[in-house]
C-alpha cells in the first residue's frame, strides 16, 4: 500500500509564495507519473501539474509561469513551488501518485489526504 503526507500548506497574501511537499512511503516502488490537483469549494477536482517518470512536466494553463513542479526520486518526494499566488489559487491541494509497488509490481494509483492553500488579505 502507497501513503502520501502532503504538507505545505496555509495562508499566504496574493503575490506572495508557497512551497507544497508530498512524499510517498511504501515498498518497492516505481512511479509513472507524480502530480498535484486541486479542488476549490463547489467545484471539481481538476490538475495542476503532473510529472512523469521520465521528468516531463504538464501544467494547467491557470498556473502556468507560476507554480513549479519537481521531485527527489531519491525521497520519493514531489514539489509543488507556487510563486505569484492569486485569490483564485484557494482550493486544497491533492497529491496524486500513479506507478508500481512491492515485489508483486502491483498497479496502483494513490491520494494524500489534501492540503488547504488559501491566498487572501
Known amino acids: 500500500q502507497v501513503q502520501l503526507v502532503e504538507s505545505g500548506g496555509g495562508l499566504v497574501q496574493p503575490g506572495g509564495s508557497l512551497r507544497l511537499s508530498c512524499a510517498a512511503s511504501g515498498s518497492a516502488l516505481r512511479f509513472s507519473a507524480m502530480g498535484w490537483y486541486r479542488q476549490a469549494p463547489g467545484k471539481q477536482r481538476e490538475l495542476v501539474a503532473r510529472?512523469?517518470?521520465?521528468?516531463?512536466?504538464n501544467y494547467a494553463d491557470p498556473v502556468k509561469g507560476r507554480f513549479t513542479i519537481s521531485r527527489n526520486t531519491a525521497k520519493n518526494t514531489v514539489y509543488l513551488q507556487m510563486n505569484s499566488l492569486k485569490p483564485e489559487d484557494t482550493a486544497v491541494y491533492y497529491c496524486?501518485?500513479?506507478?508500481?509497488?512491492?515485489?508483486?509490481?502491483?498497479?496502483?494509483?494513490?491520494w494524500g489526504q489534501g492540503t488547504q492553500v488559501t491566498v487572501s488579505s
Open positions: 510529472i512523469t517518470a521520465l521528468g516531463s512536466t
Open positions: 496524486n501518485a500513479k506507478g508500481v509497488a512491492g515485489p508483486m509490481r502491483a498497479d496502483f494509483d494513490s
